[in-house]
DNA sequence: TGGGCATCGTGATTCGTTTCACAAGCGCAC
DNA sequence: GTGCGCTTGTGAAACGAATCACGATGCCCA
């Protein structure tokens, strides 16, 4: 499936769910205006589902969510675990919004000592050395890492080396890893500093 | 520009901050190497700028971050506000990296009157109507968005009413916005999902 | 039961981006 | 000074994605 799909597969679904319950069906073109993207875009999009739409009517909605779930591998909840609880690990922690999208949080951890056995959202923080064990004892595959960016790469490495197969990056840093793991980053910095080249290039 | 090339960027400059200042040059294949994309990529994305490299050697450091900044709008420090101070707000509130990349929190606002004067990171939370005047005040274009998704919408369009140009929203709503406004969303349970993707994707 | 309409699926086309490949240019060493 | 090695800048080619355009098809209603 092309990278550029698979990026838009979970605004479909967030457009589904806000379209909510009131049609029982939903045609690509009163999907692609949601989503802000063409028709014909959203169609080939679905087309390789294997999603099977109906000419003349649409695509059924509760069938077409369970099928992008399905292609999003949201079938059971992913175990995540936070690493870094400080102000950012905090509030994802605090954030209800996992279990709607398909994770499930089994653990915050920290490397300072006077943090450990703080309660965040009714969970305990842990320790590193706890870190590695929940990782495999529960196989979790993916992270999220909320270090500072310098304590990144390393914390990364222990990751990986415990089975992590997919991180989440908050932390301005580009890490080096194996190309076995996949990798997101979320900065906040470039997002902003994309907006300001827009902003100044404005034609005023 | 082309867009692809105005993302880019921002990893730049912030690749050129990782080197430090043990090089007084970097060549582009340097560059290359430590932001993860093809040399020739580089050059043609830092010809955009009307840098001159010098052949053979490379780019000046220090002048090709002074490039990088002024192309992205960063001479001058932008003023933004953000707006929902809950958890996630708190936490940008809290984040030092703003003011290094060229950002100014000049205020933090919120709804609800039970938060209003709470101070975060020594800022006191001020109410929507100081928002409103604030913004015409300071002339401010650019704003966080961290309110619930059910208020995002309903915010945005007062922000666009009083004269902001940008948005930064990380609310899991799709905002609907005169096309002089540019939006960027930053989604974490989209980013889950897309590594859920690969995750279940993978050859086992 | 058949005709018309709405909508899908998809080949062909266009567009934007990345990569390749190499000539041109600079600096340094001898 | 001259030559060699390194690195840029950029046209051309390859690639991937978005859009267009339209034939195919199922549904609804007369
Ligand atoms: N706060 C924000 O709004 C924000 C925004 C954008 C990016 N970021 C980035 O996110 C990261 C976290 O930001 P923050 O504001 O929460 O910082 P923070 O300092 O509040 O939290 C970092 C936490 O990581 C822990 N930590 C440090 N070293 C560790 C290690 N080796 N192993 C495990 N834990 C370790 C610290 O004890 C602390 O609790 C930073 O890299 C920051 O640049 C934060
Ligand atoms: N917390 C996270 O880690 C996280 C992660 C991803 C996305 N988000 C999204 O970010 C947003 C904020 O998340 P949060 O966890 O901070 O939620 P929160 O409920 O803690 O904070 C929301 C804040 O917005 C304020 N607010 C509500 N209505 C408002 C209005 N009309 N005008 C101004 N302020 C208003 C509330 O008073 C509250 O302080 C949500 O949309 C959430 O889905 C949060």
């Known amino acids: 499936m092309p990278k550029a799909t698979v990026e838009r597969l979970p605004l479909y679904l967030q457009c589904l769910q806000?379209?909510?319950?009131?049609?029982?069906?939903?045609?690509s073109d009163a999907l692609a205006n949601v989503a802000g993207v063409n028709s014909a875009n959203v169609r080939k999009d679905l087309s390789y589902l294997g999603s099977h739409g109906v000419r003349g009517v649409g695509y059924d909605r509760l069938?077409?969510?369970?099928?992008?779930?399905r292609a999003l591998g949201l079938t059971d909840k992913w175990p995540v675990v936070i690493v870094g609880v400080g102000n950012l690990?905090?509030?994802?922690?605090?954030?209800?919004?996992?279990?709607?999208?398909?994770?499930?949080?089994?653990?915050l951890y920290d490397a300072d000592p006077s943090k450990i056995g703080a309660r965040v959202d009714g969970q305990r923080i842990k320790s590193m050395e706890d870190l590695e064990l929940d990782i495999k004892k529960?196989?979790?595959?993916?992270?999220i890492l909320t270090t500072p960016a310098g304590a990144a790469q390393e914390v990364a490495d222990m990751?990986?080396?415990?089975?992590?197969?997919?991180?989440?990056n908050f932390a301005p840093a580009l890490l080096k890893l194996p190309d076995t793991v996949?990798?997101?980053?979320?900065?906040?910095?470039?997002?902003?500093?994309?907006l300001s080249y827009y902003?100044?290039?404005?034609?005023?």
């Open 138 to 143: 529960h196989e979790v595959q993916m992270a």
């Open 199 to 204: 902003q100044a290039s404005r034609p005023t």
């Open 18 to 27: 806000a379209i909510g319950d009131s049609e029982t069906t939903v045609s």
């Open 63 to 69: 069938e077409l969510c369970a099928q992008l779930r």
């Open 182 to 194: 996949k990798c997101r980053q979320v900065d906040l910095a470039t997002e902003l500093q994309i």
């Open 89 to 107: 690990g905090s509030a994802l922690a605090n954030y209800q919004g996992f279990d709607a999208s398909g994770f499930n949080v089994i653990g």
């Open 159 to 168: 990751l990986v080396s415990v089975g992590i197969l997919s991180i989440l």
